[in-house]
């Protein structure tokens, strides 16, 4: 295998962990001729930082990001993304529950002809109030995006370099990489791989990743689907709301012909159906602006094409 490899490791406040898996990671990465190892330290303040300044200053293969403060997982995978150098790039957590001697697994699982390969962590070592959650969230985002996985968000992976400079990972979308990549056209598989318990510390996450996570699936799926076409998301709710105003206004203009009821008596219904049109309008101005928008940008992306071509 020709291939370089670049491992890119997230850190937040896992000082007791990362000698371990330093020596770890170097036992097996010295099997390949090229690899490196990028710590990306987003903002610890455990002393985390110091422990791999030492680490990078004895090995050369080792090199360090520091971010000045926690700006979250994504943005700490993106800044490895943008410096990792391998034809490979393996992501892994530093907690040491994602295991090293996965990585020759994972490195012929995507020799296969895969673009990526996501771990799937089979027989998980965590709570029940994580996997719960984990398994709803799983199927709802295959069920949602069409990529189908069991295990999305799980931390070891390995990519072709080609889709870590595709991918705009930030805010929350680090959990939803398998399906951004899928949704580009590129090819996912998924292997098992071996989990252990966390040895120090407790996880940085809590239960509000939950929301957080809602909301960004739902941001991925307006991106990807609705970007060039926005009248069609707008023009549903649209559609749906002009409806029920329709509905909410025949049902009084029958009772008054057929039933002789006054208007006046039920005038909370015609009022509720009025609202409910000029949302339906609304929702339509807002899908034809964001067309119009849309279109802008593609003619001006069309033009930068032609003038390059010429």
Request: charged share 25%.
């Amino acid at each position: 295998m020709n291939n370089s490899i670049s491992v890119v490791v997230p850190i937040f406040n896992e000082k007791d962990s990362i000698l371990e898996l330093c020596n770890e990671l170097t036992k097996i990465l010295k099997q390949y001729s090229e690899w490196e190892v990028i710590f990306v330290d987003d903002g610890s303040t455990d002393g985390s930082a110091e422990r791999l300044i030492e680490l990078a200053g004895k090995e050369k293969n080792i090199k360090l990001i520091q971010l000045h403060r926690n700006y979250g997982k994504s943005a700490a995978l993106a800044e490895g993304f943008k410096y990792a150098a391998g034809d490979y790039v393996i992501t892994m957590d530093a907690d040491l529950q994602d295991d090293p001697n996965e990585i020759p697994n994972l490195v012929n699982k995507i020799e296969e002809g895969f673009d990526l390969v996501t771990g799937w962590k089979k027989n998980r070592k965590d709570p029940w109030s994580k996997r719960f959650p984990s398994k709803i969230a799983n199927f709802t985002t295959g069920l949602i995006t069409g990529v189908k996985v069991h295990d999305m968000n799980c931390g070891l992976k390995i990519y072709r370099k080609v889709v870590t400079k595709s991918l705009d990972i930030y805010g929350g979308r680090h959990r939803y990489i398998p399906a951004l990549a899928g949704q580009k056209g590129f090819r996912v598989a998924e292997l098992p791989v071996k989990h252990h318990k966390r040895k120090y510390g407790t996880t940085k996450y809590g239960g509000s990743r939950l929301f957080h996570g809602f909301f960004d699936l739902i941001t991925i799926l307006f991106l990807n689907r609705y970007t060039q076409k926005p009248l069609h998301l707008f023009g549903l709710f649209g559609l749906a709301c002009l409806s029920i105003a329709f509905l909410c206004e025949l049902y009084v203009v029958i009772l008054k012909l057929f039933f002789g009821h006054p208007f006046q008596k039920h005038f909370a219904m015609m009022l509720f159906g009025g609202m409910l049109f000029v949302l339906g309008l609304w929702f339509f101005s807002v899908g034809l602006i964001g067309e119009m928008v849309a279109q802008t940008t593609q003619d001006k992306e069309d033009r930068v094409k032609q003038v390059i071509e010429n």
